[in-house]
């Protein structure tokens, strides 16, 4: 039986400490935008300075309903099976230089972990700044959980 995830991407800039989470808007050009934007293509953490795509809903790569099965580009070396369907993202992501950067693939497990919201329902993410999020299971290039 096929099973598939959602994920994100990310694009990892530096990893610093772990505190509270400071937003940013990023439009697709990588242009920082003010908190009352409507439109945007990314979410930048100024605490771990990664980098993160909000999802669409606009049936395109980023899509919030699009499913992938794990493996692919960051995943090469883990064992096991491996599918390449989360490569069309994450090429496709590079290729448009999504937020003006070309360097994405798919989050590490404690990268997930960064964005979680405790004490708070599903989805476990601040809805404000990634409103298509589904309340679901998500893959990170991590092997196991």
């Not at 990023?26 to 993160?52: F, K, P, R």
């Not at 960064?114 to 998500?138: A, R």
């Amino acid at each position: 039986m096929k099973t598939t995830i959602r994920i994100a991407l990310i694009l990892t800039v530096w990893v610093t400490a772990t505190v509270q989470a400071a937003y940013i808007k990023v439009d697709v050009n990588g242009n920082e935008l003010a908190d009352s934007a409507t439109e945007w293509s990314c979410v930048y953490d100024d605490v771990t300075q990664l980098l993160w795509e909000k999802k669409t809903d606009d049936e395109g790569i980023h899509d919030k309903d699009n499913t992938y099965r794990w493996g692919g580009i960051g995943a090469e070396g883990t064992g096991g099976v491996r599918y390449d369907d989360w490569d069309t993202l994450v090429n496709g992501t590079n290729s448009e230089t999504l937020c003006g950067q070309s360097g994405w693939g798919v989050p590490s497990m404690q990268q997930l972990r960064e964005l979680v919201m405790t004490g708070q329902g599903s989805p476990t993410i601040d809805t404000d700044y990634f409103p298509n999020t589904k309340p679901s299971v998500y893959w990170s290039s991590s092997p196991l959980a």
